[in-house]
């Protein structure tokens, strides 16, 4: 097999290497525009289940890439002058670089050919002299925009400008979070140590905090003072640096979120970057690229063709990337609307951050660090209102009180409706059935719609409220609930609309009433 791949970053030097170890005769060319020890990024972040798959795939690179891993198991977030640290998280990160030439010696010890300086044509020029043409040529990817008609992308540029700097100040005790208010607005790192003397430090913030800084028409230079005056008291004196002087002018972007119907086109396939991005928040872009380029290269050489390959490859890695890109959808809108939570408790937004991309759950902090997490339900038991020696629980089972009204948890139960009223009052099974829900210990019940009229009713079995029969069947119902158990009920009032005079859902759904029926009343534009 002759397979050229389009681009030397992570993505292209690993299929390459994969490819090579399956068939070892295969004519493998990497294509690079620029020099072997050039990037313009600082570092990346992997996880230890990538690492296994790694090694699984190809121990030699692995361990030379274990070897220069920075390790940590902290999250710290710095906010209204309180650090707040949480761990058992697992990370471990390294230089972008670092990891460049390790996979490029790897490469070349496999008998890859790698051209650097060399400027990369558009794929269709190389589709006839090789069998196979990878394009991992970026999230700017030329390849995808030259078939887009294939590959059907869908490029979603999110809100928040930020850019990437690097630091000499160590970060190497956690990744760390920091926001800091300035006369101009909000504006916040994401930051981790990468090397024994380097962390990656992305700033980022709001488009309006952007706009009021002029960020846009400043230089670099100028960027970094600003950014070095807001975060002096985090950088220990350290200076910010860039590695981006290759462009003019700003170096600020905002990240575009990348996903393709199709991931090949006749003997090109997109790879990494080029397919789909995971935003950094989540720090799994080179994750994916790693994990997809040794299922593209075991496909490649298992299956019959390459349409097969393709199509079976797809498959394998597309709920992964979905499943990711929807963690880092859910992080990225945490970051995009931050500002709404910067009001609450540092113990309040520090949780949240760790659960924003829905990936940690309450239950799973508790698994990662049980001790932060029941300083953090006593706290919010005691900001709830329980006594100081009530014992931790979950934030659902704190107190409530809305203006006069006190509830013992936040659990609330909403039933579906019943539709066993009979000319619009509850009779003994709405009594049972919410007594029973009281009795479960929700703290809140609502009714199911309660009509305001008969005319207001769905159907002959919704309850009502419109009549002294009524009144006092829901009376002695809500006298049971407040007598028996410690719940409170609430009435959900309502009215059918246009959907009124209706069969019950057993008979025939939201069709008119076969006879009885009555006048219908809605809202007109």
Sequence with gaps: MRAICLGGGPAGLYFAISLKLRQPDAEVTVLERNKPDDTFGWGVVLSDETLDNLQVNDAVSAEQIRSH?????????????QTITSTGHGFCGIGRKTLLLILQERARELGVDLQF???????SAY??????????????????????DSFKPDIDVRRCPFVWLGTHQKFDNAFTFIFEKTDKGWIWV????????????????????FDAYGFGEKS???????????????????????NASHIR??????????????????????????SATAHFSIGSGTKLALESAISLAKHVTDDADLPTA???????????????????????????????????????????????????????????????????????????GAGSNAPARAPMFAPFKLREMDLINRIVVSPMAQYKAVDGAPTDWHLIHYAERAKGGAALVYTEMTCVSPEGRITPGCPGLYAPEHEAAWKRLTEFVHRETEAKICCQIGHSGRKGSTQ????????????????IASATK
């Design 69 to 81: 891993f920075a390790y940590w198991d902290d999250i710290a977030l710095h906010f209204k002058g």
């Design 117 to 123: 300086e060399t400027e990369v044509k558009s794929a």
């Design 127 to 148: 589709m006839a002299d090789y069998d196979l043409v990878v394009a991992c040529d970026g999230l700017n990817s030329k390849t995808r925009m030259e078939f887009e």
């Design 190 to 209: 994401h930051a981790y140590q990468f090397d024994d003397d380097t962390a990656t430090f992305i700033v980022e913030c709001s488009q309006k905090t």
């Design 220 to 242: 670099q230079e100028e960027t970094i003072a600003i950014c070095e005056d807001i975060f002096k008291d985090h950088l220990g004196g350290h200076k910010l640096m860039t």
């Design 249 to 274: 002018g700003s170096a600020w972007i905002r990240f575009p979120r990348v996903l393709c119907e199709h991931w090949s086109h006749e003997n090109v396939v997109l790879l990494g970057d080029a």
């Design 310 to 384: 393709f199509e079976k490859y797809e498959e394998s890695r597309r709920l992964e990337v979905l499943r990711l890109q929807s963690a880092a959808r859910n992080s990225v809108e945490w970051f995009e609307d931050v500002e709404r939570y910067l009001d609450l408790d540092p113990v309040q937004l520090n949780y949240s951050m760790l659960t924003r991309s829905q990936r940690i759950s309450h239950e799973n902090l508790r698994e990662r660090d049980a001790a932060w997490l029941n300083g953090a339900e006593k706290w919010f038991m005691q900001q709830a």
């Design 504 to 519: 019950v859902g057993w008979e025939e759904m939201d069709a008119p009433l076969k006879d009885g029926n009555w006048p």
